[in-house]
């Protein structure tokens, strides 16, 4: 069983910026993909960015440019820096894991960021 703390959410302003972390409790952080997810109040979960165990990115179309997905594997830890904050970027942002040997999927609980002037 992983689990995956997110922190660094918050209100900011449109056009500020702010970083996300997601530390997993996990010796073997390397051999799992991992992702920032987001869901907005009344809509479906939807991908932010991905990066797999050879630090290969993938983002949506919607954050491309903006945003920065990055992993430590010293520190067990997926960051995501979310640059140019657009009210349209509001959302409880989730981190994910996922084994590169299996199927399953862990998830965090999430943390609130507000983007609003």
């Known amino acids: 069983q992983v689990q995956l703390v997110e922190s660094g959410g918050g209100l900011v302003q449109p056009g500020e910026s702010l970083r996300l972390s997601c530390a997993a409790s996990?010796?073997?952080?390397?051999?799992?993909?991992m992702g920032w997810y987001r869901q907005a109040p009344g809509k479906q979960r939807e991908l932010v960015a991905t990066i797999n165990s050879g630090g290969s990115t993938n983002y949506a179309a919607s954050v491309k440019g903006r945003f920065t997905i990055s992993r430590d594997n010293a520190k067990n830890t997926v960051y995501l820096e979310m640059n140019s904050l657009k009210p349209e970027d509001t959302a409880v942002y989730y981190c994910n894991a996922v084994s590169v040997f299996r199927a399953t999927s862990y998830w965090g609980l999430g943390t609130q960021v507000t983007v609003s002037s």
């Open positions: 996990t010796s073997a952080f390397s051999f799992y993909n």
